[in-house]
């Protein structure tokens, strides 16, 4: 029985958020430019986001470019760009025979005008589908968007919209970038990292961590099958009692 076919589509995590990393790596090893590994690491994409859509997954969250990726060097920054670009208008057509939408997250203000257009393009062309929704995480980090629903609260509650008494967990959620998905039931990090790196940190709260050693450029439908399966042997207790051992234990 091939990896596929041992997937239980009744339990199925709705939403599967995924740090691509090692692009750099695998391009050093390759004797390449880093620009090298994450044009490459473009197929990986497209064989996750298709494996995604084809077992029945709802939601798919790519962590594509975080505020500190700014920092890197402008000429890897410029090709990143320009790989964005090129990648979502060559991707939007094809995403659109699928049923995929697209949605993103970040502070997209910071990104060139240019990628800004096409992404939005990209987003309204694509904004009917009902299959899988793929959210591109750019110019995102976790503080950066729980310190901006702060400040949408404190300006909501400045004009008499917001009653500062009856905020709880469920109103600030109300206010990230990600209210209109459920959180994150698996997060697959590549590389070979065991770090959640500044994303989705309100969300990640119960989230199951599956970390592989395997370079983005090299990831397939196969690893990501893996990650699945080790998912559905998980029992998600969420701080309550084991239903398998009756044993009372931690988070």
Do not use: C
Request: glycine share 6%.
């Amino acid at each position: 029985m091939d990896l596929k076919q041992q997937i239980d589509r009744n339990s199925l995590p709705r939403h599967v958020a995924i740090i691509m990393d090692g692009n750099g790596r695998w391009a050093e090893k390759k004797g390449g430019e880093r620009i090298f590994g994450h044009r490459n690491g473009v197929e990986s994409v497209r064989m996750v986001v298709e494996a995604a859509g084809e077992l029945g997954v709802e939601y798919l969250t790519l962590y594509a470019f975080s505020t500190e990726n700014w920092n890197r060097p402008r000429t890897e920054i410029d090709g990143l760009m320009a790989l964005l670009t090129r990648a979502i208008t060559n991707e939007t057509n094809k995403l659109n025979k699928n049923n995929v939408r697209l949605l993103i997250i970040g502070n997209v203000t910071d990104l060139p005008k240019s990628v800004h257009k096409q992404l939005m393009q990209s987003v309204e062309a694509l904004s009917e589908n009902k299959g899988l929704t793929l959210v591109l995480a750019l110019s995102y980090s976790g503080r950066w968007e729980i310190t901006d629903a702060v400040k949408k609260m404190m300006a909501d509650a400045a004009s008499g919209k917001l009653d500062p008494d009856r905020v709880d967990s469920n109103v600030l959620e109300s206010y990230l970038a990600t209210a209109f998905m459920p959180d994150p039931e698996l997060l697959i990090r590549t590389s070979g990292e065991r770090r959640i790196s500044n994303f989705l940190l309100w969300q990640l709260a119960y989230t199951e961590l599956y970390f592989t050693p395997v370079l983005w450029p090299d990831y397939r439908k196969e690893h990501f099958y893996e990650a699945i399966i080790d998912y559905q042997r998980r029992e998600r207790r969420f701080g309550m009692v084991s239903k398998k051992s009756g044993a009372l234990l931690n988070h």
